[in-house]
């Protein structure tokens, strides 16, 4: 049991904003801090894929010591490392690249229903044939009973951090669309 999954939407979302601001805006954006450390912009769906993959790898991160723990002290540690990530983000050493306390705006959004209809469908369908496949199977085994999942050969320690990886990744793309759906990014 996670709760951590807003600190991995706040990453995506974060993400997302940072690398779809038009260069020629990003002075306007980062006065504050001098200039962002991130010089380019890529389309929405790269800086989608983007905000996945930075959720993924610190859920890869944090995955490795967590995960060793079970139920409410899961719990706690994955709350914690949501309020950390919001308090780093808003540190003003950050600045340059999450522009500190102030919010991030003027980058790419969409007002298309039919672009947030796309990705969503693109997500429940990768994550339909991901709960059809052999590791989907592994996660309902762990979910059922671990220590019978465990006796039949299914690594355990493998298996959730797979899971909690791949629910981060989905979490980041989440984050980038609620970015996508409005006009700025804070957290607070």
Do not use: W
């Not at 102030?102 to 994550?127: E, H, M, Q, R, Y």
């Not at 320690?157 to 981060?168: C, D, P």
């Amino acid at each position: 049991f996670s709760l951590g999954q807003a600190g991995f939407m706040l990453l995506g979302a974060y993400s997302y904003a940072i690398f779809t601001i038009p260069t020629e805006a990003r002075h306007s954006v980062f006065r504050n801090y001098g200039d962002s450390l991130i010089q380019f912009q890529v389309p929405m769906v790269a800086a989608l894929f983007i905000a996945g993959i930075v959720a993924a790898f610190f859920a890869f991160l944090i995955g490795l010591p967590v995960l060793r723990l079970k139920s409410d002290y899961l719990a706690i540690a994955s709350l914690g490392f949501a309020e950390i990530v919001r308090g780093l983000v808003q540190l003003q050493n950050f600045g340059p690249l999450t522009n500190g306390p102030d919010p991030i705006n003027k980058f790419s959004t969409s007002d298309n229903i039919l672009v947030f209809a796309g990705i969503a469908s693109v997500c429940i369908l990768i994550i339909i044939m991901l709960i059809n496949s052999t590791y989907g199977r592994a996660f309902k085994a762990i979910r059922d009973d671990d220590i019978a999942a465990e006796a039949m050969g299914i690594s355990l320690a493998h298996h959730k951090r797979l899971s909690f990886v791949t629910s981060s990744f989905f979490c980041g793309i989440a984050g980038a669309m609620l970015a996508m759906c409005n006009t700025s990014v804070s957290s607070v």
